[in-house]
C-alpha cells in the first residue's frame, strides 16, 4: 500500500473521529449524556455502531476525551516556539492557541459534563497525555533531564492548575464570563508568583505578612 493511499485512508479515518466527537458533544449537551445512547451518536454522525467502538470506548469518552493528534499539534507547536522565549511564555502562548482552535467545542463539553458531574474529574483526568508531552518539550527546551530536575514537570503541573481552574470558573459561572479572559488572568496570576489583590487593594505575596 502507497503511502498516498495510507494517507487518504488516515484522513477519512480522522474525519468519521471529529464527526462522531461532534455528534457526542452536539447531543450531550443538548440532552444530557445519560439520555443519549452510543446508538444514537452513531446514528447521527451516519456510521454504524462497531464503528464508533473503534474509535471511542463509551459515550464518555467522546465527550470528555482528548485526541492524539491534538497531542502531537500542542508537542509541536512548542518546539517551534521561537527559542527567546521563556518555558513559561512560550507555554501560556501554545496552550492559548490551543484554546482558541478548541473554543467551539467547549461550551458543548462544559455543557454535556454539568448534565453529569461525575465526568468533570474524568475530563481533567484526561489532560495526562497533554501534561506528558509538555514535559518532555520543557525538559528538551532548557536541556534538563526531568528524572532529575523538578522544573519541567513543575511548570507543567503548574500551567495545568491554571488552565483546570480556567474551566473551572467557566464552568462555574455558565460561559457568562470570556473564557480567554479568565485563561489570561490565570496565566497573569502565575506570572506575578500567585500573588493575589485584596478587596482594600493591596498586593500580597510569599514575602509580605498576610
Not at 451518536?41 to 482528548?66: L, M, P
Not at 497531542?71 to 482558541?100: F, G
Not at 459534563?113 to 532548557?142: C, K, N, Q
Not at 502565575?190 to 500573588?195: E, P, Q, S, T, V
Request: with cysteine; proline share 4%; hydrophobic share 40%.
Amino acid at each position: 500500500m502507497t503511502e498516498t493511499s495510507l494517507g487518504r485512508r488516515d484522513r477519512k479515518r480522522e474525519a468519521t473521529h471529529q464527526s462522531l466527537r461532534a455528534a457526542a458533544l452536539r447531543l450531550g449537551a443538548e440532552r444530557g449524556v445519560q439520555h443519549v445512547t452510543v446508538e444514537e451518536i452513531a446514528n447521527e454522525a451516519d456510521v454504524s455502531v462497531r464503528t464508533f467502538y473503534d474509535h471511542f470506548s463509551s459515550k464518555q469518552d467522546a465527550v470528555i476525551g482528548f485526541d492524539e493528534w491534538r497531542i502531537t499539534q500542542l508537542r509541536d507547536a512548542l518546539r517551534t516556539r521561537p527559542a527567546h522565549e521563556s518555558p513559561r511564555v512560550a507555554l501560556r502562548a501554545v496552550l492559548r492557541e490551543l484554546l482558541v482552535e478548541s473554543s467551539a467545542e467547549w461550551p458543548l463539553r462544559m455543557k454535556a459534563v454539568a448534565s453529569d458531574p461525575a465526568m468533570l474529574p474524568h475530563m481533567f483526568a484526561s489532560f495526562v497525555g497533554y501534561e506528558r508531552a509538555i514535559v518532555e518539550v520543557i525538559a528538551e527546551r532548557t536541556g534538563l533531564d526531568p528524572t532529575l530536575d523538578l522544573f519541567p514537570t513543575l511548570l507543567t503541573t503548574v500551567a495545568s492548575g491554571a488552565f483546570r481552574a480556567t474551566m473551572t470558573i467557566w464552568r462555574a459561572n455558565a460561559g457568562a464570563v470570556d473564557l480567554l479572559s479568565v485563561f489570561d488572568d490565570a496565566f497573569a496570576n502565575l506570572a506575578r508568583g500567585l500573588g493575589w489583590r485584596s478587596p482594600t487593594g493591596g498586593t500580597h505575596d510569599e514575602t509580605t505578612s498576610c
